[in-house]
């Protein structure tokens, strides 16, 4: 069905897989034949851009996995999400908080949300490149959300763990944590213009260190006090070197936990925001089997790994034999055993007809292993200890 192309290779009459969006605004919507106007545009625009075109040659031999719905889902939650977002920042700048009456309405669209994502199965959340804070703030939102769609059973226990009331909500609502991950930054609304600043001065640190306590105290008593303590925790590390307190994993609110493991994630697909940027695949194997790992709750990225998807659907990778395969399919259990198809020889040539061997998943092809993805060198993914991903741990933590 796709494949992954730069601008520079898009041709007149080639067929969009996808909608080309910019932030939360269609471009171009899916199935669209693209005229020499629309490359120009797009070149002009957005030259760095990769989109998704259907390959007829492809698509004759090979099925692809269909994630068009991930991504309508994707596109409709981070809408209503980012709008949100941007009403609740004009009444924490005019208002200077947030009062029971605005709350509640802000809530209600979080519940409209959480309805929609239950009634409509995320396979996989997919996530594009954040160029606003507040497009950051809503992929975190929906990544929380869809994290917390896997893990409601280990939500419960932990949210039972901590209540002195033992009182727990239903462990099918996902409010407090959606919620919570809406919320989550709103302490650092009055001082967003610090994130533009190369270099902050002592005074400046501090405040962008306080705002998950300044964030907690905005918010009214109305709001459970969980969702609360969230946001107050939501930069706490399982090891206890986190901010503003330091305490360690085993005082974290386990919604902050939630909502830590996807601003993480997030924060490196948001280049102007946070002046850096890793690729997907990069940013899982870092949090999973990196340094940092530490800081997160290990059970927590086991389900993020089974949320996200660090290859896309028709993304092509360079393999040690130096011909290039064409994702075809995701491991919904192991996100760095995609299935793929070898679609191009060593010289670059798009293989056709007979010469279309069946798709494999890589782990089951010894003889093959990974190269290069976009320019970047992934060998390191071939030491993945792919054991991992299939814990009994995990499905006692995993509500499917």
Same mark, same amino acid.
């Given at each position: ?5 730069? +601008? *520079? ?12 969006? &910019? ?54 939650? #981070? ?32 519940? !409209? ?15 594009? +490149? ?21 893990? #409601?059973?280990? +939500? ?11 009182? +727990?909500? &239903?462990?099918?609502? %996902? ?18 213009? %610090?994130?533009?600043?190369?270099? %902050? ?34 930069h706490e590390n399982v090891n206890g070197t986190g901010y503003p307190a330091g305490i360690p994993g085993d005082k974290v609110n386990v919604l902050a936990k939630v909502v830590r493991v996807a601003d993480a994630y997030c924060s490196t697909i948001a280049p102007e925001v946070f002046k850096k940027i890793k690729s997907p695949f990069e940013t899982l194997y870092e949090m999973l089997f990196g340094q940092y790992k530490v800081f997160y709750d290990p059970a927590i990225l086991r389900i993020l790994a089974r949320v996200v998807q660090p290859f896309q659907i028709g993304a092509r990778i360079k393999i040690n034999t130096m011909e290039t395969a064409v994702i075809t399919k995701h491991d919904?259990? &192991? ?11 060593? *010289? ?32 390191? %993914? &071939? ?10 741990? !995990? ?6």
């Amino acid at each position: 069905m796709p494949v992954l192309l730069k +601008i *520079e290779e898009l041709e007149p009459g080639m067929v969009l897989a996808e909608k080309v969006v &910019n932030g939360v605004s269609v471009l171009m919507q899916r199935d669209k034949v693209l005229e020499e106007k629309d490359i120009s545009l797009l070149t002009k625009r957005f030259p760095d851009l990769e989109v998704r075109i259907i390959d007829p040659l492809l698509d004759e031999r090979i099925s692809f996995q269909n994630d068009s719905l991930d991504q309508d889902i994707s596109f409709t939650v #981070r809408v209503k999400a980012l709008s949100t977002i941007n009403k609740m920042d004009t009444t924490i700048r005019t208002k200077t908080g947030l009062d029971e009456k605005n709350c509640a309405a802000f809530i209600k669209s979080v519940s !409209e949300m959480v309805a929609w994502i239950q009634t409509n199965h995320i396979k996989t959340a997919i996530l594009p +490149i954040s160029k606003t804070y507040e497009e950051h703030r809503a992929n975190v939102f929906f990544l929380a959300v869809a994290i917390g769609a896997f893990s #409601r059973n280990h +939500i419960r226990n932990e949210r039972y763990r901590l209540s002195v009331a033992k009182k +727990i909500w &239903n462990v099918m609502d %996902l409010k407090p944590l959606a919620t919570a991950a809406l919320l989550q930054d709103v302490g650092m609304v009055p001082i967003k213009h %610090l994130l533009a600043k190369q270099d %902050l001065n002592e005074d400046e640190a501090e405040m962008i260190k306080m705002h998950p306590i300044r964030g907690a105290e905005m918010i009214p008593d109305t709001i459970h006090s969980l969702v609360r303590q969230a946001v107050k925790m939501h930069h706490e590390n399982v090891n206890g070197t986190g901010y503003p307190a330091g305490i360690p994993g085993d005082k974290v609110n386990v919604l902050a936990k939630v909502v830590r493991v996807a601003d993480a994630y997030c924060s490196t697909i948001a280049p102007e925001v946070f002046k850096k940027i890793k690729s997907p695949f990069e940013t899982l194997y870092e949090m999973l089997f990196g340094q940092y790992k530490v800081f997160y709750d290990p059970a927590i990225l086991r389900i993020l790994a089974r949320v996200v998807q660090p290859f896309q659907i028709g993304a092509r990778i360079k393999i040690n034999t130096m011909e290039t395969a064409v994702i075809t399919k995701h491991d919904l259990e &192991n996100p760095f055993n995609p299935q793929m198809v070898i679609a191009y020889n060593k *010289e670059g040539r798009k293989l056709t007809g007979d010469e279309l061997q069946p798709a494999f998943f890589i782990n089951d092809r010894e003889d093959i292993l990974f190269k290069t993805c976009d320019g970047q060198d992934i060998t390191y %993914l &071939n030491d993945v200890p792919h054991h991992e991903f299939k814990s009994e741990e !995990e499905a006692a933590v995993i509500t499917k």
